[in-house]
């Protein structure tokens, strides 16, 4: 067992404090959805008995304002807004949607995601943003309604990935404009595939017959990094940005990805054939991988890496096992998709970097398959493997290549039997290296769809709360073919619900409650930190959780506490700390009153810096 549980009942003792008989009283929604799951006559709450000494900040109250609220002694500020220049020779923020694609081109990207801080020294770092998507209600002044090619070039450019150095100047981090890396990455920068898909007659195009060189990726969600120096960055939602006018037979592994025929929200499609899945029906497959960046080389080409399967990926959680391979923790974040695991073929050599850049490129793919304890919100697991001729991926059941199960690793992941989850998003890794976590934001079709029955992973029908499940490798190895897994926390309203799940785990009160956690991190002491995606609407189900939100969890007590709430109308994602852990950045996507400028200005997707006004680590 790991560090912060030192006991093999440890592990018990935490289930145990996490679900008390609140949390094991099912209530009838349970019931009528055909739960299996009674009251644990053991289970007690012992919700007391969490006394964090890893949380030392003062909880805040939900907010409804339009701005960022901290606890006591803590401040923010602005790092970067959409729309800053990140060259010395950019032109400045128009704020009236007025410039084009060669402005936004030089400019920071819209909707900031996950990022990752790689430090230089220390004063000076790079850091990487994702840049998930954008929005036409502010990108342009006829808010979409007037698109031309140049608007959707503009479109493309304030996608992908925005690379930018920051210095520290007086103890206050600011974007330096003259950086050697900074760089944007965008819809139309041309990237590599390598790995088992790479050249595949399904990724050829008529612009590409050798199936290997890609122009761009978008809709980057969450991020992870390598320790040899490269930036993670995973493309998630695609299938939004593809369309046609012409109504043309989707397949069935295409539907499932969510391809469609039919005029697209971005409207690349009227203006660049490659978006029209008539024209170009496989251009939608070179989308939705993982793509790895080296951020210190700004003349480096992205490379799509294949052997990490092809779905919505949320994020990247690499880990170097104790015998020397990497492993990556993956989630596919749609109803009812799966949590993934790679296991990289080559092991990391410390100081090897020039190998190491090759790890990611052949491995072996996993699925998770949650087995349920009775009467319990724990049990085991085990990692089903996607290997062509194994597990029935086979060409009976319609797999010809390895290329094929990593192009439609959901099909495949189906195939061998993978538990569906409630929206797999983070995974993050405790700094123990041996408990993983993930969160589980929401999922409405649970209970109600076929093969998405209740079960104790996913224990709520029509979840609209999320929970986050953790789990440790058998013997503390992430090669290892199984796990045990409990949930950590289950979000609730125990305002509105008492007496069922839906009041949430025994560690979620009416202090401390929420929804739809999201984005997940840990900082170098083992706080979680737990980003909110979700329902602001403060009303019904949701009455009393305000805007969203980041909260500090401490996963061996079990205690929640809030500590930052956002503007009106954002999600708070992507989260990287400064190497002394003494600023932490934190994205403000998609905020929709007027932050952070305020007054009439139009809201501007923001990274925002926290720093403790003592200057202490954060959190501490
Ligand atoms: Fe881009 Fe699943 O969040
Ligand atoms: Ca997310
Ligand atoms: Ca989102
Ligand atoms: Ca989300």
């Given at each position: 067992?790991?560090?912060?549980?030192?006991?093999?009942?440890?592990?018990?003792?935490?289930?145990?404090?996490?679900?008390?008989?609140?949390?094991?009283?099912?209530?009838?929604?349970?019931?009528?959805?055909?739960?299996?799951?009674?009251?644990?006559?053991?289970?007690?709450?012992?919700?007391?008995?969490?006394?964090?000494?890893?949380?030392?900040?003062?909880?805040?109250?939900?907010?409804?304002?339009?701005?960022?609220?901290?606890?006591?002694?803590?401040?923010?500020?602005?790092?970067?807004?959409?729309?800053?220049?990140i060259f010395?020779?950019a032109?400045?923020?128009?704020?009236?949607?007025?410039?084009?694609?060669?402005?936004?081109a030089l400019?920071f990207g819209?909707?900031?995601?996950?990022?990752?801080?790689?430090?230089?020294?220390?004063?000076?770092?790079i850091l990487a943003i994702?840049?998930?998507?954008?929005?036409?209600?502010?990108?342009?002044?006829?808010?979409?309604?007037?698109?031309?090619?140049?608007?959707?070039?503009?479109?493309?450019?304030?996608?992908g990935i925005t690379i930018v150095e920051?210095?520290?100047?007086?103890?206050?981090?600011?974007?330096?404009?003259?950086g050697r890396v900074n760089r944007r990455i965008t819809?139309?920068t041309?990237?590599?595939?390598?790995?088992?898909?790479?050249?595949?007659?399904?990724?050829?195009?008529?612009?590409?017959?050798?199936?290997?060189?890609?122009?761009?990726?978008?809709?980057?969600?969450?991020?992870?990094?390598?320790?040899?120096?490269?930036y993670?960055?995973?493309?998630?939602?695609?299938?939004?940005?593809?369309?046609?006018?012409?109504?043309?037979?989707?397949?069935?592994?295409?539907?499932?990805?969510?391809?469609?025929?039919?005029?697209?929200?971005?409207?690349?499609?009227?203006?660049?054939?490659?978006?029209?899945?008539?024209?170009?029906?496989?251009?939608?497959?070179?989308?939705?991988?993982?793509?790895?960046i080296d951020p210190n080389d700004p003349t480096s080409t992205p490379?799509?890496?294949?052997?990490?399967?092809?779905?919505?990926?949320?994020?990247?959680?690499?880990?170097?096992?104790?015998?020397?391979?990497?492993?990556?923790?993956?989630?596919?974040?749609?109803?009812?998709?799966?949590?993934?695991?790679?296991?990289?073929?080559?092991?990391?050599?410390?100081?090897?970097?020039?190998?190491?850049?090759?790890?990611?490129?052949?491995?072996?793919?996993?699925?998770?398959?949650?087995?349920?304890?009775?009467?319990?919100?724990?049990?085991?697991?085990?990692?089903?493997?996607?290997?062509?001729?194994?597990?029935?991926?086979?060409?009976?059941?319609?797999?010809?290549?390895?290329?094929?199960?990593?192009?439609?690793?959901?099909?495949?992941?189906?195939?061998?039997?993978?538990?569906?989850?409630?929206?797999?998003?983070?995974?993050?890794?405790?700094?123990?290296?041996?408990?993983?976590?993930?969160?589980?934001?929401?999922?409405?079709?649970?209970?109600?769809?076929?093969?998405?029955?209740?079960?104790?992973?996913?224990?709520?029908?029509?979840?609209?709360?999320?929970?986050?499940?953790?789990?440790?490798?058998?013997?503390?190895?992430?090669?290892?073919?199984?796990?045990?897994?409990?949930?950590?926390?289950?979000?609730?309203?125990?305002?509105?619900?008492?007496?069922?799940?839906?009041?949430?785990?025994?560690?979620?009160?009416?202090?401390?409650?929420?929804?739809?956690?999201?984005?997940?991190?840990?900082?170098?002491?083992?706080?979680?930190?737990?980003?909110?995606?979700?329902?602001?609407?403060?009303?019904?189900?949701?009455?009393?959780?305000?805007?969203?939100?980041?909260?500090?969890?401490?996963?061996?007590?079990?205690?929640?506490?809030?500590?930052?709430?956002?503007?009106?109308?954002?999600?708070?994602?992507?989260?990287?700390?400064?190497?002394?852990?003494?600023?932490?950045?934190?994205?403000?996507?998609?905020?929709?009153?007027?932050?952070?400028?305020?007054?009439?200005?139009?809201?501007?997707?923001?990274?925002?810096?926290?720093?403790?006004?003592?200057?202490?680590?954060?959190?501490?």
């Amino acid at each position: 067992m790991s560090n912060f549980l030192k006991k093999e009942s440890d592990f018990s003792n935490m289930v145990n404090a996490r679900l008390s008989r609140r949390g094991f009283l099912m209530g009838t929604a349970m019931a009528g959805a055909g739960a299996f799951l009674a009251v644990n006559p053991i289970a007690k709450a012992i919700a007391s008995s969490m006394n964090s000494s890893l949380l030392n900040f003062e909880a805040i109250s939900t907010s409804t304002s339009d701005s960022i609220l901290l606890p006591k002694g803590y401040s923010s500020s602005t790092l970067m807004s959409w729309g800053d220049p990140i060259f010395a020779n950019a032109p400045q923020f128009n704020p009236n949607g007025q410039q084009g694609s060669k402005a936004q081109a030089l400019q920071f990207g819209d909707n900031t995601d996950g990022m990752s801080i790689f430090p230089l020294s220390n004063d000076r770092a790079i850091l990487a943003i994702n840049n998930e998507y954008t929005n036409y209600e502010y990108l342009f002044a006829h808010e979409g309604k007037a698109m031309t090619a140049d608007d959707v070039l503009k479109a493309q450019a304030a996608v992908g990935i925005t690379i930018v150095e920051i210095v520290r100047k007086n103890g206050q981090w600011i974007m330096d404009p003259a950086g050697r890396v900074n760089r944007r990455i965008t819809a139309n920068t041309e990237m590599l595939v390598t790995g088992p898909a790479a050249g595949h007659d399904l990724l050829k195009t008529k612009a590409d017959p050798s199936g290997k060189k890609v122009l761009g990726t978008f809709n980057n969600c969450a991020n992870g990094e390598t320790p040899w120096g490269t930036y993670l960055t995973c493309e998630e939602n695609f299938n939004s940005f593809f369309g046609s006018d012409k109504e043309v037979a989707v397949s069935p592994d295409d539907k499932r990805y969510g391809i469609k025929s039919e005029q697209s929200k971005y409207q690349w499609h009227n203006f660049d054939d490659r978006f029209d899945v008539a024209k170009n029906p496989n251009e939608a497959n070179r989308f939705g991988w993982v793509v790895e960046i080296d951020p210190n080389d700004p003349t480096s080409t992205p490379l799509k890496r294949t052997a990490l399967g092809r779905f919505k990926h949320e994020n990247a959680a690499l880990i170097v096992n104790d015998d020397g391979h990497v492993v990556v923790y993956l989630g596919d974040d749609e109803r009812g998709e799966h949590i993934y695991k790679f296991v990289s073929k080559g092991k990391y050599q410390a100081g090897n970097n020039a190998e190491n850049r090759n790890l990611l490129e052949e491995g072996t793919l996993y699925v998770a398959k949650f087995l349920m304890k009775k009467d319990k919100l724990e049990g085991d697991g085990e990692w089903l493997e996607l290997t062509y001729g194994k597990n029935g991926l086979t060409k009976e059941n319609g797999f010809n290549s390895q290329a094929e199960v990593m192009i439609f690793a959901r099909r495949a992941a189906t195939q061998v039997g993978a538990t569906t989850m409630d929206r797999p998003e983070w995974v993050a890794v405790h700094p123990d290296k041996k408990h993983v976590f993930c969160t589980l934001t929401n999922n409405k079709h649970r209970g109600i769809k076929e093969g998405q029955d209740v079960d104790a992973v996913n224990p709520r029908a029509q979840n609209h709360y999320g929970q986050i499940v953790r789990w440790e490798p058998t013997k503390g190895d992430h090669v290892s073919a199984s796990f045990q897994w409990d949930l950590y926390l289950i979000a609730g309203n125990p305002s509105v619900h008492q007496g069922n799940l839906y009041a949430g785990s025994d560690n979620i009160n009416k202090d401390n409650m929420f929804n739809s956690p999201d984005g997940i991190g840990f900082d170098k002491a083992g706080r979680l930190w737990i980003q909110t995606d979700g329902n602001y609407s403060n009303k019904g189900d949701f009455s009393g959780q305000g805007n969203n939100q980041m909260l500090c969890g401490d996963p061996k007590t079990g205690e929640v506490r809030r500590f930052l709430t956002g503007p009106i109308g954002c999600e708070i994602t992507g989260l990287t700390f400064s190497d002394d852990q003494k600023t932490m950045f934190v994205g403000v996507q998609h905020p929709s009153g007027h932050f952070p400028a305020g007054g009439n200005h139009k809201p501007r997707s923001t990274i925002v810096m926290v720093t403790k006004d003592s200057g202490g680590v954060i959190g501490s």
